[in-house]
């Protein structure tokens, strides 16, 4: 990037026009923010989750408005849903320049990593850790062979913030963390970067443990400096930027969008 250039050729930098954009769990929440807002820059965008009843809907939103989007059903947590996601976007023609991992799930609190069992330990890192890394694995191949791309990792600050009742769930996103940087560095030397949203509580389905438990929500806000949760549109610009030539000079980057809950 030439560091000459105006502010007007600086805002064009965060246009996606051209470019090809795959949201997994983009059926609502941070997801769609996301999938919404990367179509109105110009990508034509994938939307992908487990139901496509609910990603078809969200599709023909985005074209209502003008957007070219597409609408495949696939479960993260299973390696053959992903080869069958990937191979449906190469019979569609399309190669994909940016990937964001969304998809996530937050488990059903436990009184304590002691009763965690096996198949919610599974659950959880199949979606969170396994997918991501599986899918990452096989576009990055595909961006390899281009020399170019962008990878984005919606992360949380539980993966930093210890919370054993939610213990799965944050040893998952820290292997999202370290993940994204492993990564970064494997799939830097071709061109393609790949960062992470270190994500606090947001207002999203997910959120709501914790935005509809008074206790909870007074004890996370006494630790946000802005006193608010945050909103999906926050994370889908963040996304924006990391995703599009503004941030060409960063990768392995874990970026906070937390109210400033890790200050």
Same mark, same amino acid.
């Given at each position: ?5 105006? +502010? ?17 769990? *983009? ?11 990367? *179509?109105?820059?110009?990508?034509? /965008? ?27 059903? %696939?479960?993260?947590? $299973?390696?053959? @849903? ?8 190469? *019979?569609?023609?399309?190669? /994909? @320049?940016?990937? /964001?991992?969304? %998809? ?25 850790? $396994?997918?991501? !890394? !599986?899918?990452? %694995?096989?576009?990055? $191949? ?7 791309? *962008? ?31 492993? !990564? ?28 509809? @438990?008074?206790?909870? !929500?007074?004890?996370?806000? $006494? ?11 926050? /994370? ?21 969008? @937390?109210?400033?809950? +890790?200050?």
């Amino acid at each position: 990037m030439n560091p000459n250039v105006t +502010l007007n050729e600086r805002t064009q930098e965060k246009s996606l026009a051209g470019k090809v954009a795959l949201i997994t769990g *983009a059926s609502r929440g941070i997801g769609l923010a996301i999938a919404e807002l990367f *179509a109105q820059q110009g990508a034509e /965008v994938i939307l992908c989750s487990r139901k496509l009843e609910s990603l078809e809907e969200a599709a023909q939103g985005i074209r209502a408005k003008g957007g070219k989007a597409h609408a495949i059903a %696939a479960h993260m947590g $299973k390696l053959e @849903d992903i080869q069958q996601l990937v191979s449906r976007i190469e *019979a569609l023609g399309l190669d /994909v @320049d940016i990937l /964001v991992n969304n %998809a996530g799930i937050s488990p059903p609190h436990v009184e304590s990593l002691t009763d965690t069992t096996e198949a919610l330990w599974d659950k959880v890192m199949d979606v969170n850790l $396994k997918g991501p !890394f !599986f899918l990452t %694995a096989a576009i990055g $191949k595909r961006m390899i062979a281009r020399g170019t791309g *962008a990878v984005v990792n919606i992360s949380t600050t539980s993966a930093l913030m210890a919370q054993p009742e939610i213990g799965a769930y944050c040893i998952s996103k820290a292997g999202l963390n370290s993940l994204t940087r492993c !990564f970064a560095r494997e799939l830097g030397p071709h061109g393609i970067r790949v960062n992470a949203i270190s994500c606090g509580v947001i207002q999203t389905a997910m959120g709501d443990h914790t935005t509809n @438990d008074p206790q909870r !929500f007074a004890d996370m806000m $006494k630790i946000n400096p802005l006193k608010r949760v945050g909103q999906p549109e926050e /994370v889908a610009q963040t996304a924006l930027y990391l995703a599009s030539e503004a941030s060409s000079y960063s990768t392995g980057l874990i970026l906070q969008v @937390d109210g400033g809950v +890790l200050a």
